[in-house]
């Protein structure tokens, strides 16, 4: 038994496209984009601390080190929490066989002024050059009260 095709029914085969329909790519693209506008701001200011205030702005340089310390006394570096007993060990690590030895603290208002003395100690046993302390600009309604 044989197979019979009829010509009627003939499938017709269509042309390839040759090109490639770029307009989802392009609107995914611009999505991706806009996200990343948005939350690299966000990204950038890492653990949130409560600035104390200042009348000069002091934000960290590009290079050195900044370790964020919280209401808690927890003590950050990039992402890892350090115990203090640990500081002195994990800034010597850090800055072993770079040429600039520079530190910055953000901490928090709420610390008291002999638990940054004790950071601030330990920072000079790791033979840290310089040492800046991170604040955030007086707003607009306090200078007014002055």
């Known amino acids: 038994m044989a197979l019979r095709t009829n010509p009627r029914y003939k499938r017709q085969l269509g ?10 790519f392009v609107d995914v693209m611009l999505v991706l984009l806009i996200i990343f506008m948005v939350t690299a701001p966000m990204i950038q200011s890492g ?13 960290p340089a590009e290079q050195g080190l900044t370790i964020t310390i919280t209401k808690d006394r927890y003590i950050h570096i ?21 040429e600039k030895k520079i530190l910055f603290i953000r901490g928090d208002e709420g610390l008291s002024y002999g638990f940054i003395m004790r950071i601030l100690d330990i ?7 310089t040492i800046g302390l991170v604040t955030r600009p007086v707003e607009l309604e306090e200078k007014e009260k002055k």
Do not use: C, D, H, M
Request: proline share 4%; hydrophobic share 30%.
């Open 78 to 98: 990039e992402n890892s929490v350090i115990n203090q007993y640990l500081l002195e060990r994990k800034l010597k690590e850090y800055f072993q066989g770079k």
């Open 123 to 129: 920072a000079k046993k790791a033979e840290i050059e």
């Open 15 to 24: 042309t390839s496209l040759s090109e490639i329909n770029v307009t989802p």
């Open 47 to 59: 653990i949130s601390v409560n600035l104390p205030q200042a009348e000069t702005e002091s934000t």
